[in-house]
């Protein structure tokens, strides 16, 4: 039956648009009822519990027209703004192709093309598995690491993320994430830029490879100058692998195609990419890496399927990912990240000597953690004290709450029990937006500043919630 026949014998076909208009207004009740309930909860709490009607680039709009400015960016997804025309176009294209997708026994073009186009920007990687998702990417890593060095150890940073899924949970450096859901895998953390701890664990001989976020998301701390290229001489003396993860730092983030490129002479042996590769709309996720490993996990005919994914490699992932790759080479996306990323940095460092809250402003590219200490007036200390006895990162919660509700901006604490802002918004941001920004963070640290206001009212709201939740 052609689509034009179930037409006319159907009046009941499906209507998205009909279907949002008559149910949207329920958006926050079906999830409190059918999915996490403690996120509508959460939003609620803390006034987030917004109703976005539209958006495109780095904004979104309300029903009454008012603009926010996104500066998280989905934690990373949206790269290249929200809906942008070329990845649009990718997706209609692709989808009134009507290609023979996913047959699982042909060879379709564009996951090949999309791999020959992403090892274009990574030099001394030579082939690609694509899965679904950053989580999937580390999976296939850990898996691959493990299979090529024929050893069972892989260790991580202390506070990394690199996923949700339970290999990827195993090399998590949050206990939070990790609490009440082992066993896990017997991996081991060292902290990010200790050496001789790296070399203390590669001397059990056990290990399989370091995986590592160049900067890491929670807290954005930078790994230390020469860290990864000194690990990788370690690793590779110890004949283990060096896993880099740019699920969030790749594409472009922090000024240049891969974080590990800011350091000369860095080779990673698997790269893990997501996020930013989807252009905001269809999962994906990707791992380079080098021939031998591949060949190795693909030994032969019958293991041709030993790792594979059952959307992985699908149409429209690809022609997505083919369509980011495009902008960004020719809309100059990664020197933007780099120059605006610049440009919002120095401008926040110098706030750091005038106001005693403001402890550090740290990161590269569009990748920007803003940090809060305590203050040294007794008057604010004994405020950051009451704060901090209820619990760890309210202070930070109390300036992005005004962000949004007074300045619509949208920004998040960069983890639990953090007092740090990160800042990730999507990489076509310029001068503007960094203006806006910078503003209206001044106004909120002046009224943090002034002893007084909603903004402290706020802070006893949160002590007095945190206190309920223990």
């Known amino acids: 039956m052609t689509t034009e026949e179930r037409a006319a014998g159907n009046t009941e076909e499906f209507d998205l648009g009909r279907l949002l208009a008559e149910r949207g207004a329920e958006r926050y009740e079906l999830h409190a009822r059918y999915l996490n309930h403690q996120l509508p909860r959460m939003l609620h709490t803390i006034g987030f519990d917004k109703v976005y009607e539209r958006a495109e680039g780095a904004y979104f709009w309300d029903a009454d027209g008012n603009d926010y400015l996104d500066m998280l960016a989905g934690f990373g997804v949206m790269a290249l703004g929200r809906h942008h025309p070329v990845i649009r176009k990718a997706l209609h294209d692709v989808l009134d192709a009507g290609l023979a997708d996913l047959t699982r026994f042909d060879c379709q073009p564009l996951p090949g093309l999309l791999a020959e186009r992403l090892l274009a920007h990574s030099p001394h990687l030579d082939r690609v598995f694509f899965g679904n998702s950053g989580t999937e990417a580390v999976e296939t890593a850990l898996k691959f690491a493990r299979y090529a060095t024929g050893r069972p150890r892989i260790l991580y940073c202390d506070h990394a993320f690199h996923g949700l899924t339970t290999g990827s949970l195993s090399v998590n450096g949050e206990d939070g994430f990790r609490d009440g859901f082992a066993p896990l895998l017997p991996d081991t953390a060292v902290p990010l830029g200790d050496l001789d701890a790296l070399a203390r664990e590669l001397k059990k001989g056990d290990v399989a490879a370091l995986i590592v976020e160049p900067i890491q998301g929670k807290g954005v701390h930078e790994a230390p100058p020469g860290y990864l290229r000194a690990a990788q001489e370690l690793l590779r003396a110890h004949k283990a692998l060096l896993i880099v993860d740019e699920v969030q730092t790749g594409l472009g983030r922090t000024g240049d195609f891969y974080a590990y490129q800011h350091e000369e002479g860095v080779e990673p042996d698997l790269v893990c990419v997501a996020k930013a590769l989807s252009g905001g709309y269809v999962p994906v996720g990707a791992t380079l890496g080098k021939e031998w490993i591949f060949k190795k996990v ?35 996306i990664v020197a933007n990240a780099r120059a605006t990323g610049e440009l919002l940095k120095s401008r926040l460092t110098a706030l750091v000597d005038k106001y005693e809250l403001l402890s550090d402003v740290r990161g590269r590219g569009l ?94 709201t949160l002590v007095k919630q945190a206190v309920a939740n223990r």
């Open 298 to 332: 693909y030994s032969s005919m019958d293991r041709v399927l030993v790792h594979s994914a059952s959307f992985g490699s699908n149409a429209q992932a690809m022609a997505a990912g083919l369509a980011v790759l495009s902008v960004l080479e020719n809309e100059e």
């Open 367 to 460: 990748m920007i953690g803003i940090e809060f200490g305590r203050p040294k007036s007794l008057k604010l200390r004994s405020r950051w004290t009451m704060l901090q006895a209820a619990r760890k990162g309210l202070f930070a919660q109390m300036v992005v709450v005004p962000l949004l509700q007074r300045h619509r901006i949208l920004t998040q604490v960069s983890g639990d029990h953090l007092e740090v802002i990160k800042l990730i918004p999507p990489l076509v941001v310029k001068e503007p937006e960094a203006d806006r920004f910078v503003a209206a963070f001044t106004e909120v640290m002046d009224d943090a500043h002034s002893g007084g206001g909603l903004m402290w009212d706020f802070g006893r």
